[in-house]
């Protein structure tokens, strides 16, 4: 009942969440029929639903380099992540794995559920990734062997210091932005951003993501890998685990702060990023998940949930991103609006917030000096509800109708949908 409640509490998610489900039944329907394609876009569905729809933005040879791109890394990083395999046989293979991806006979057995499938049948994989072109090949390669000996280094290294951190999320992120880049210029629609920018793109999303997973990965079993920084958390804890402790929760959200504080130092380049993108298509791929990222961090900020729980934007709001971002006043908008909320939730007490009061006045002012926030959607201020107790049962029974249509009958509970929400 937990999104029918919401839907209830903000009818007006309703439109945007049957959107998103019509797009996803859409994104299955449109698996190619080839035995090696069909497996990359099934499983991509399988880890990572979100990516699965954003990816449907953008052109057919791109989506096929991109799908690959994101399975590939992927896998490496369920090499990466499998604490139960030695270091004596993982390094190796994180250092070897851009030339796995050529060799249609290679797997190795390891990660769970649908990750250890990817593992196990990587063959599909590495036959559909030679049936790219040369171009997309050599960017692939080229940030699978830069990743994977950056992995290998941190499986025997700790994250210390703030440059380690920054030098981490470079590897398995910034190196993502940096990949992403290259493949949108061998596409031939984008210019070959800068390698800067392109870092700033994956480490704005890897610490947000390093911020909101703090509880799942310090209970991660058999044993815990954990990347906040030494440099950060022990102003506040004797020992990283000691944050999830109820007595140390004021300590834990100051911490908590410090991190998000640390992760707003990027958003100024990813708009820097955005707003050079020339494709539309490019452009909402790219813009959708900065836009869960800076919404994701205004709900972790002072937020002790982030210690108890998991934190994440609301589905509802989420198919509001994916529905509505399509130009730069919509990412600007989204960007002041979330930035505003972080704002608000600033206390005078905390020994950061004079810092991250600057980082949040420095994106307000980008966002400002656009020009465009007046053609912005809001996904923060809410107008008054628009709604009466009989429109909430309909759209309520709208709702469970909808987990059942065919595919074909949800067009006509769009436009029904739409007939109650003008």
């Given at each position: ?156 290294k700790e994250v210390e210091t703030i440059d380690d951190y920054d030098e981490y999320c470079y590897y398995v992120a910034g190196l993502v932005g940096l990949g992403l880049s290259k493949l949108f210029h061998a596409s031939g629609k984008e210019d ?231």
């Open positions: 009942m937990g999104t029918l409640g919401a839907v209830l509490k903000h009818p007006d998610d309703f439109y945007p969440l049957l959107k998103l489900k019509m797009a996803a039944r859409n994104a299955e329907k449109q698996i190619p029929p080839e035995p090696h394609w069909a497996f990359c876009y099934t499983m991509l569905h399988k880890v990572s639903r979100s990516f699965a729809l954003v990816i449907q933005q953008l052109g057919t040879d791109l989506r096929n380099a991109v799908c690959i791109f994101y399975l590939v890394l992927r896998a490496l990083d369920t090499v990466e992540d499998d604490t139960s395999v030695p270091t004596d046989v993982k390094v190796p293979i994180l250092e070897d794995f851009h030339r796995h991806v050529y060799d249609r006979n290679w797997h190795f057995s390891c990660g769970t559920k649908h990750y250890k499938v990817l593992m196990d049948e990587f063959h599909h994989v590495s036959t559909a990734f030679l049936e790219l072109g040369k171009g997309y090949q050599e960017a692939i390669e080229d940030i699978t062997q830069r990743m994977g000996a950056g992995m290998a280094k941190f499986i025997c070959m951003a800068s390698d800067s920018l392109s870092n700033s793109m994956g480490l704005f999303l890897q610490k947000t993501n390093i911020i909101r997973d703090y509880l799942e990965d310090i209970n991660e079993i058999p044993k815990s890998r954990m990347f906040w920084p030494r440099e950060i958390w022990s102003k506040y804890v004797d020992k990283l685990e000691d944050l999830k402790y109820e007595e140390n929760s004021v300590k834990a959200v100051q911490c908590l702060n410090d991190m998000v504080t640390n992760a707003l130092i990027h958003a100024e380049d990813c708009l820097t990023y955005m707003s050079a993108l020339r494709d539309i298509n490019i452009f909402r791929f790219c813009a959708i998940p900065q836009i869960m990222a800076i919404g994701t961090l205004a709900l972790c900020y002072n937020n002790v949930e982030v210690f108890r729980g998991v934190v994440k934007m609301r589905r509802g709001l989420t198919a509001k991103v994916i529905d509505q971002t399509k130009t730069m006043a919509d990412v600007y908008g989204a960007f002041y609006d979330f930035s505003c909320m972080l704002k608000s939730k600033i206390d005078d007490s905390d020994p950061n917030a004079n810092k991250t009061l600057s980082r949040v006045e420095a994106i307000l002012k980008t966002c400002r000096d656009s020009g465009l926030l007046n053609k912005r959607k809001s996904y923060v201020v809410k107008s008054g509800p628009r709604y009466n107790s009989a429109m909430d049962h309909r759209l309520l029974n709208l709702f469970l109708d909808v987990l059942d249509e065919p595919a074909k009958q949800v067009h006509c509970l769009v436009h029904h949908c739409r007939s109650l929400c003008l």
